[in-house]
């Protein structure tokens, strides 16, 4: 019996890619983190908004940003901040507009295709979904 296959809106069911990791564990859940912001930071229309708005610190910033998965996709305990209110103070400097949502969206699920496969990362694919949904829907009615 083959793995089961995964639902995406428009195409034809494929079989999962059993060579592929899924994110059940802390340790591919920081390595998707990781992965995806070398893409993020390499990106000529979000790299700027990390780098020279946001001024991040990616010492600090990925081990939050992996807390903050780790608890969407495996419950643990770890990431107490508010990011619409991260999200916001970087949208009051520079408005982070639909363009921005999408290529961020089309990354991170570029990064999720490319890397990793099993329930975990489709339940990432939808959480990214309704977490981008929410930020743009949030921040475009200031």
């Given at each position: ?11 034809p ?17 920081e ?18 908004v ?48 639909g ?13 999720l ?26 921040l475009?009615?200031?």
């Amino acid at each position: 019996m083959s793995a089961p296959q995964r639902f995406i809106p428009g195409q034809p069911p494929r079989p999962r890619d059993d060579t592929k990791p899924d994110l059940d564990s802390p340790e591919q859940v920081e390595r998707m983190v990781a992965l995806f912001y070398q893409r993020v930071l390499a990106d000529p229309l979000l790299a700027p908004v990390f780098l020279e708005v946001a001024r991040i610190d990616l010492d600090a910033h990925l081990p939050l940003i992996a807390a903050y998965w780790k608890k969407l996709l495996l419950g643990e305990p770890g990431y107490d901040r508010h990011m619409m209110a991260k999200h916001r103070a970087v949208h009051d400097r520079e408005p982070l507009t639909g363009a921005h949502h999408e290529r961020w969206l089309t990354l991170f699920h570029a990064n999720l295709d490319r890397h990793f496969d099993g329930p975990q990362t489709d339940r990432a694919r939808l959480i990214s979904a309704r977490v981008m949904h929410n930020l743009y829907h949030n921040l475009s009615r200031i």
